[in-house]
């Protein structure tokens, strides 16, 4: 404002203003002085308020933040949104690196505009420690989808992928002689990614037994020494398919002592379903003719000339599900070797009584006495062993009805016979059993073949001689009147 009077002052001392000032347009000219100084000074007090409204402007601008709520939590203030998802980034792969697993994090996350000191901005670290602290988060997995449900998910696709290839591989390795046509699952299958916690994913070797078998229930057989498919399959009630279906990778001919195989039967949430082209060899089965002797029973058949099967080769389609064959289409066929005809001798001779005659027979007479009855190993042997090769048949000691044809325990397969009198008899470690329970049969009649089933170190049939259901020595009786 000095300035300005200065100026003004000046201007009305100058001798030529004085002069145009005393002439008749004096009082114009003051008035037009007196506006040039109102916008002089109201001009400097504008542009004050100018600079000072770009000052408050300016630190208004370098003050604006964005408030971060996680789920209405607050989690800090920061100048910049992408900042902040860098850190967010960054803390969720370290998660992911944790957790083998891809995540998705489930807090509702919040930006709110804000103004902050640079004082009440927060650190990386106070950002991440609330994170921390504050977040939730599910795993993206991959679930195995069967028919439209969910039967299990693992962490990664690969794992999900292996799994089913691992699904696949038994009956991929079954087809190793096979052209393949096709090799799918029975069942609609696809991978889907889904959010699950981390308590919801399953173990590997568990979800692929849970779908192979369709339970989690074990039950397993230890394989012993004489045991076979058949065998193991007739002690446990199942038939030698289903035993094949519950072991898969095993193979049915090779199995050896400490094996273990499953006794469930799998019914499987996935099915694998195989198309396949082979050439395979059948058997073409032989003819029996019979020739009739007198001196055989009109029961007893003693083999002449043995059988034979034929040989053909079969080219075929077949289909297969989990291992089975469940359709066949023969496409050609070709004789290879043809079948020879087995000839049997059958008695004339009526058979004796089937009743104990009282007094005993060696049961197996072509054979030779490997272990006598009495102490034996440690331990005490009931009967005697009388060895001959397997498929040697065993005779009746004496007539009677049969009361146990079966798989008895250490015996292996076994008969029992009771004659009458409070004697019964007993033939372990049999083959094959031809006679059934409450048959009856006459002393010298073939009842069984030699074997080594049970607990057996070769064939030969252990001979059981019991009075009231306690054993006695069979050497006292066999021979000599019992009753």
Known sequence: MTKIKLIITRIMQNQRVKKFLSNQYAVHISVLVSVTIFVLIFSHILNIFQVQAAMIQEHELAIRCYEIYFDGQYIGSIRNKQNFNEILEGFKESLQEQSHAEISISNQIEFLEGHAEDTEISTQDEIVARIKSQIQYNLLAYGVKVDGKIMGELRTLDEAESLLNDIRAPYESQLENSE?????????????????????????EQLLAFLQKGTTEERIHVVESGDNLWVIADQYHLTVDELISANPTVDPVLIHPGDELSLIIPKPFIGVQTVEMATIEEKIPFDTEYEYVSWLYNDEYSTKISGEYGVKEVEAKIVKENGLEVAREVLSEEVVEEPITRVVYNGTQTPPPKKGTGSFINPLPTGYVTSRYGSRWGGFHYGIDIGAKTGTAIKAADGGEVIYAGWFGDYGYMVEIDHGG??????????????SVGEKVYQGKTIAAVGSTGYSTGPHVHFEVRKYGSPVNPDYYIGTQYR
């Open 180 to 204: 393949i046509i096709s090799l799918d699952f029975a069942e609609e299958v696809e991978i889907v990614q889904v959010e699950v916690s981390e308590y919801d994913i399953d173990n590997y």
């Open 422 to 435: 409070g004697f019964t008899t007993r033939y372990g470690h049999c083959s094959q059993i031809y006679v």
